[in-house]
């Protein structure tokens, strides 16, 4: 049996390791990750290196961290769910899906996901006829039908159990609440914040993180970065560029000529219809050059990030089962899928340009999957062969 996480680890925390540890596993269970690399579903660069966030994953529970396409992680929430799930089914051995929640039960959510789509298309069309977003329509479209469990859809890690629960369903694969110790956003509690509070509170990393997790981003950087490339742009490239369509091109040149920095340049172009977060998902994949239609695309590959001992073996055995070619390196990934290899090389090379430490191009194509000892292991961080 294998648990899958869909992950993002940004950074991973000792609210991610309690959740691996209730995956209690037999000698035969294994862990898989599924994690966001250089960018992250909020639309941003992620805030630490993506090869030491899977490596953490991996000293604290995890066997084996695979990394999602970025195409996928810069996708809505659905489409990120729906393609986490996509690659735990391309493992070809039987999986069980755990993800957090902000409920005691999965029912509910389960309910909201079990609703068709000839169902919601009525109301979804008039959301988007009163000049609401796809998702904030598709939402309210739920909580109409179903007004009490809709009500669960209003805070976001539940949102996006609901869109894990519904793409398990399509691939008839189970799945396993686990309630979060900290709401999304909420204060402390104990050891554990949530990941948007440690990027807040940088200085409190050691407290809420078990180990470390360099280098970091260099914020500043990242932001000059983003603006420069996005005004190298005309509207007929933007035009070409995955999450951006219906005029938003127009709208983004428009505030770029005012705005001095990323918040100035979102707050000048959001509408109902464009949320900070789609904004975000769509400068982002600008920057990248992501073309339109790749999300939309199959998963490519598997590629491995970080595995350990056991992690070693289940790779193996993968080898025999896997639907997707099995990677660790760059010229793996780049020789069964070109074009995705190409935009996850380019989001890796911005990321080291913006590191705190920053790194040469090409090292998504040079370095492999990284091998993770225990801590006090001279092998610990290693990249070996599997």
């Known amino acids: 049996m294998v648990f899958g996480v869909i992950s993002e680890f940004n950074p991973f ?11 209690s596993c037999g000698e035969q269970d294994y862990i898989v990750c599924f994690m966001s690399g250089s960018f992250v579903q909020r639309g941003e660069p992620a805030a630490y290196d993506k090869w030491s966030r899977a490596a953490a994953g991996v000293l604290n529970g995890a066997d084996v961290v695979f990394e999602l396409p970025v195409p996928f992680a810069l996708a809505d929430g659905d489409r990120f769910a729906a393609k986490g799930i996509e690659l735990a089914a391309a493992l070809g051995q039987p999986v069980t899906m755990a993800f957090g929640t902000e409920s005691d039960s999965t029912t509910g959510l389960a309910r909201l996901a079990a609703l068709g789509e000839e169902e919601l298309a009525p109301l979804l069309r008039a ?24 009500a669960l859809l209003r805070t976001p890690n539940n949102l996006l159990a609901c869109g894990y629960i519904r793409a398990c369903m399509a691939h008839g694969i189970p799945y396993r609440g686990i309630r979060r110790r900290v709401p999304h956003d909420g204060a402390p509690r104990g050891d554990i914040a949530s990941a948007s509070y440690i990027r807040a509170h940088r200085e409190s990393f050691g407290r809420y993180c078990p180990c470390p997790q360099e ?8 932001e000059r970065g983003m603006m420069t490339l996005l ?10 560029y995955a999450n951006i369509s219906e005029g938003l091109e127009n709208r983004i040149l428009a505030a770029l000529a005012e705005a001095e920095d990323l918040q100035g340049l979102y707050d000048r172009i959001k509408t109902r219809r464009y949320s900070h977060a789609k904004l975000r998902r769509a400068i982002a994949s600008a920057a990248l050059e992501i073309p339109a239609g790749l999300p939309e695309q199959a998963a490519p590959y598997l590629r491995v990030l970080a595995f350990g001992a056991r992690g070693r073996e289940l790779l193996r055995s993968l080898r025999k089962t896997a639907r997707l070619p099995l990677c660790q390196t760059g010229r793996e990934c780049e020789q069964a899928s070109p074009d995705f290899f190409a935009v996850e090389r380019r989001a890796g090379d911005l990321w080291n340009c913006w590191s705190a430490r920053p790194a040469p191009s090409g090292e998504d194509y040079r370095r492999g999957a990284v091998f993770v000892g225990a801590p006090e292991s001279p092998r610990a961080g290693e990249e070996r062969g599997f």
């Not at 959301?127 to 809709?150: F, T, W």
């Not at 280098?215 to 990242?222: F, S, T, V």
Request: glycine letters at 14%; charged letters at 25%; hydrophobic letters at 40%.
């Open 13 to 23: 925390h000792n609210g991610h390791r309690w959740l691996l540890e209730q995956l």
């Open 127 to 150: 959301g988007l006829e009163r000049g609401l977003s796809y998702g904030a329509a598709r939402q309210a479209a739920m909580e109409k039908l179903l007004p009490e469990e809709g």
């Open 215 to 222: 280098p970091a981003l260099n914020g500043a950087a990242a």
């Open 231 to 240: 005004k190298m742009k005309t509207a007929a490239q933007l035009r070409g």
